[in-house]
Nanobody
Framework: QVQLVESGGGLVQAGGSLRLSCAASGSIFSINTMAWYRQAPGRQREFVAIITSSGSTNYADSVKGRFTISRDNTKNTLYLQMNTLKPEDTAVYYC?????????????WGQGAQVTISS
Protein backbone atom coordinates (compact mmCIF):
# COMPACT_ATOMS: atom_id res chain seq x y z
CA GLN A 1 0.00 0.00 0.00
CA VAL A 2 0.95 3.63 -0.53
CA GLN A 3 -0.11 6.56 1.59
CA LEU A 4 -0.15 10.14 0.29
CA VAL A 5 -0.30 13.37 2.30
CA GLU A 6 -0.68 16.76 0.60
CA SER A 7 0.44 20.09 2.00
CA GLY A 8 0.94 23.66 0.83
CA GLY A 9 -2.57 24.79 0.04
CA GLY A 10 -3.87 28.19 1.04
CA LEU A 11 -5.38 31.50 0.00
CA VAL A 12 -3.63 33.73 -2.50
CA GLN A 13 -4.58 36.61 -4.75
CA ALA A 14 -5.02 36.18 -8.48
CA GLY A 15 -1.67 36.31 -10.22
CA GLY A 16 0.12 34.78 -7.27
CA SER A 17 1.88 31.45 -6.80
CA LEU A 18 1.62 28.39 -4.60
CA ARG A 19 3.49 25.13 -4.39
CA LEU A 20 1.74 21.94 -3.36
CA SER A 21 3.62 18.96 -1.99
CA CYS A 22 2.57 15.33 -1.72
CA ALA A 23 4.62 13.06 0.51
CA ALA A 24 4.44 9.35 -0.28
CA SER A 25 5.09 6.54 2.15
CA GLY A 26 4.67 2.78 2.22
CA SER A 27 5.46 0.72 -0.87
CA ILE A 28 7.02 3.64 -2.72
CA PHE A 29 9.20 1.40 -4.86
CA SER A 30 6.01 0.18 -6.57
CA ILE A 31 4.80 3.64 -7.62
CA ASN A 32 4.59 4.18 -11.38
CA THR A 33 2.89 7.44 -12.33
CA MET A 34 1.91 10.26 -10.00
CA ALA A 35 -0.59 12.97 -10.77
CA TRP A 36 -2.55 15.92 -9.50
CA TYR A 37 -6.32 16.26 -9.82
CA ARG A 38 -8.63 18.97 -8.56
CA GLN A 39 -12.28 19.33 -7.67
CA ALA A 40 -14.11 22.63 -7.52
CA PRO A 41 -17.42 22.99 -5.64
CA GLY A 42 -20.27 21.44 -7.60
CA ARG A 43 -17.97 20.01 -10.25
CA GLN A 44 -16.43 16.64 -11.00
CA ARG A 45 -12.82 15.88 -10.16
CA GLU A 46 -10.61 16.77 -13.10
CA PHE A 47 -7.11 15.94 -14.25
CA VAL A 48 -4.45 18.61 -13.78
CA ALA A 49 -1.02 17.08 -14.45
CA ILE A 50 0.82 13.77 -14.51
CA ILE A 51 4.44 12.63 -14.30
CA THR A 52 5.78 9.17 -15.08
CA SER A 53 8.52 7.32 -13.25
CA SER A 54 10.90 8.38 -16.02
CA GLY A 55 9.96 12.04 -15.67
CA SER A 56 7.68 12.55 -18.66
CA THR A 57 4.91 15.06 -17.99
CA ASN A 58 1.53 16.03 -19.36
CA TYR A 59 -0.87 18.82 -18.41
CA ALA A 60 -4.47 19.81 -18.79
CA ASP A 61 -4.84 22.59 -21.33
CA SER A 62 -6.24 24.90 -18.64
CA VAL A 63 -2.97 24.87 -16.67
CA LYS A 64 -0.38 24.37 -19.40
CA GLY A 65 2.32 27.01 -19.18
CA ARG A 66 1.33 28.02 -15.65
CA PHE A 67 1.72 24.83 -13.60
CA THR A 68 4.74 22.55 -13.31
CA ILE A 69 4.65 19.02 -11.91
CA SER A 70 7.82 17.43 -10.57
CA ARG A 71 8.89 14.60 -8.30
CA ASP A 72 11.87 14.18 -6.03
CA ASN A 73 12.42 10.44 -5.71
CA THR A 74 15.06 10.96 -3.01
CA LYS A 75 12.42 12.60 -0.81
CA ASN A 76 9.48 10.50 -2.05
CA THR A 77 7.65 13.74 -2.75
CA LEU A 78 5.53 15.04 -5.62
CA TYR A 79 5.21 18.77 -6.26
CA LEU A 80 2.92 21.09 -8.16
CA GLN A 81 4.26 24.60 -8.72
CA MET A 82 1.34 26.85 -9.60
CA ASN A 83 2.02 30.30 -11.06
CA THR A 84 -0.19 33.04 -12.44
CA LEU A 85 -3.09 31.66 -10.46
CA LYS A 86 -6.64 32.50 -11.47
CA PRO A 87 -9.90 32.43 -9.47
CA GLU A 88 -11.00 29.46 -11.58
CA ASP A 89 -8.08 27.48 -10.15
CA THR A 90 -9.89 27.46 -6.80
CA ALA A 91 -10.45 23.82 -5.84
CA VAL A 92 -9.39 21.01 -3.58
CA TYR A 93 -6.25 19.52 -5.09
CA TYR A 94 -5.63 15.78 -4.77
CA CYS A 95 -2.46 13.78 -5.24
CA UNK A 96 -2.76 10.40 -6.96
CA UNK A 97 -0.36 7.50 -7.36
CA UNK A 98 -0.70 4.53 -9.68
CA UNK A 99 1.17 1.26 -9.21
CA UNK A 100 3.59 -0.57 -11.44
CA UNK A 101 2.38 -3.72 -13.14
CA UNK A 102 2.05 -6.63 -10.73
CA UNK A 103 1.71 -4.50 -7.61
CA UNK A 104 -0.73 -5.56 -4.92
CA UNK A 105 -2.48 -2.22 -4.62
CA UNK A 106 -4.70 -0.46 -7.14
CA UNK A 107 -3.99 3.23 -6.67
CA UNK A 108 -3.90 5.79 -3.88
CA TRP A 109 -5.29 9.25 -3.21
CA GLY A 110 -4.28 11.90 -0.73
CA GLN A 111 -6.75 13.69 1.54
CA GLY A 112 -6.75 16.88 -0.53
CA ALA A 113 -5.43 20.41 -0.09
CA GLN A 114 -7.65 23.47 -0.43
CA VAL A 115 -6.45 26.14 -2.83
CA THR A 116 -8.42 29.39 -2.92
CA ILE A 117 -7.66 32.21 -5.33
CA SER A 118 -9.20 35.60 -4.65
CA SER A 119 -9.88 38.08 -7.45
Amino acid sequence: QVQLVESGGGLVQAGGSLRLSCAASGSIFSINTMAWYRQAPGRQREFVAIITSSGSTNYADSVKGRFTISRDNTKNTLYLQMNTLKPEDTAVYYCNAQPKYGSTWSGAWGQGAQVTISS
